[in-house]
């Protein structure tokens, strides 16, 4: 019986000095595989469903909560889930009854102005409902529809006035990675974390983390990240694994369990390294507290 608030996974990282992971959930056989990767690690961690994973499944949020809130109940390790990109107000309601203990709210696209009121406004509803809510200033880059943005850096006094003005529990910032990236050849501006650390005073988040290289992360945590997101490192696994195995199966074979449990073991595989990584990762002295 180990679903958790978020909040308290959060907290205990940012006690610890250390980064809660974060690993988004497409299918069961993900959400799976990241269980079994905890458990094998003793690694508290987020199960994270995005709104574009929420629209894959027909826009219904809770069969996959339900889902996931089952798998973490029946561990012993503490998980808590996380509602992830969200835009659609009607989505982010439903949250608090599906088993969420935190969202993230994204206006990231939105004109500052526009981003700050509307993230004030999913802070408002969100503490009101019991939910750690997270928010993005400065545009990671990457997700479907948008431009990558490589130049693109959330600026630290623009970042210290969001927080102030949103009441908003932890900060995804801009500082070199970008979504659904295949390639794990990101190079991030550490100094800049750093900078941002002492201005946010909240818990950073490191989005696009698939394409961080292990040093790079090592190093982003030492730098003062305190959540790293991973989603497209699973996809990755997952995708090589099915298509090698489908190109070596005759076609009257048609059982899906095969290829799917070989595509669970290589989305495990790929959670316990970056678990592996995580766990020796740890703030350096300015970026405690
Ligand atoms: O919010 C989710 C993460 O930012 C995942 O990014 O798929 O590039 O690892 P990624
Ligand atoms: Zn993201």
Do not use: C, Y
């Given at each position: 019986?180990?679903?958790?608030?978020?909040?308290?996974?959060?907290?205990?990282?940012?006690?610890?000095?250390?980064?809660?992971?974060?690993?988004?959930?497409?299918?069961?056989?993900?959400?799976?595989?990241?269980?079994?990767?905890?458990?094998?690690?003793?690694?508290?961690?987020?199960?994270?469903?995005?709104?574009?994973?929420?629209?894959?499944?027909?826009?219904?949020?809770?069969?996959l909560a339900a889902a996931l809130a089952a798998l973490a109940r029946?561990?012993?390790?503490p998980l808590g889930l996380h509602l992830d990109h969200v835009t659609d107000r009607d989505l982010l309601r439903e949250a608090p009854g599906a088993g969420f203990g935190s969202v993230m709210y994204d206006g990231s696209r939105l004109p500052y102005a526009a981003n700050v009121a509307a993230t004030a406004d999913a802070v408002a509803f969100g503490h009101a409902h019991g939910l750690l809510v997270e928010s993005e200033l400065g545009r990671v880059g990457g997700?479907?529809?948008?431009?990558?943005?490589?130049?693109?850096?959330?600026?630290?006094?623009?970042a210290a006035s969001f927080v102030r003005a949103t009441r908003v529990d932890a900060l995804a910032v801009a500082v070199g990675s970008s979504h659904a990236m295949t390639e794990r050849s990101a190079?991030?501006?550490?100094?800049?974390?750093?900078?941002?650390?002492?201005?946010?005073?909240v818990p950073l988040v490191l989005h696009g983390s698939s394409g961080v290289p292990d040093e790079e992360?090592?190093?982003?945590?030492?730098?003062?990240?305190?959540?790293?997101?991973?989603?497209?490192?699973?996809?990755?696994?997952?995708?090589?694994?099915?298509?090698?195995?489908?190109?070596?199966?005759?076609?009257?074979?048609?059982?899906?369990?095969?290829?799917?449990?070989?595509?669970?073991?290589?989305?495990r595989a790929a959670v316990e390294h970056l678990l592996g990584v995580l766990a020796t990762a740890r703030h350096g002295t300015a970026a405690r507290g």
């Open positions: 019986m180990t679903l958790v608030p978020s909040a308290r996974l959060l907290g205990a990282a940012r006690a610890g000095g250390r980064a809660l992971p974060a690993f988004n959930v497409i299918t069961l056989e993900h959400a799976e595989a990241v269980v079994e990767a905890a458990e094998a690690a003793g690694a508290p961690l987020l199960l994270q469903v995005s709104q574009n994973a929420v629209a894959h499944h027909g826009g219904r949020l809770a069969p029946a561990t012993p390790v997700k479907p529809g948008d431009a990558h943005l490589p130049g693109v850096r959330t600026d630290p006094g623009e190079v991030l501006d550490h100094p800049l974390i750093g900078r941002l650390r002492a201005a946010a005073g992360l090592r190093r982003a945590v030492a730098a003062g990240m305190t959540k790293i997101n991973f989603g497209t490192a699973l996809n990755t696994a997952l995708t090589a694994a099915v298509r090698a195995r489908l190109a070596a199966t005759p076609p009257e074979r048609v059982d899906p369990r095969p290829w799917l449990a070989e595509g669970r073991a290589a989305m």
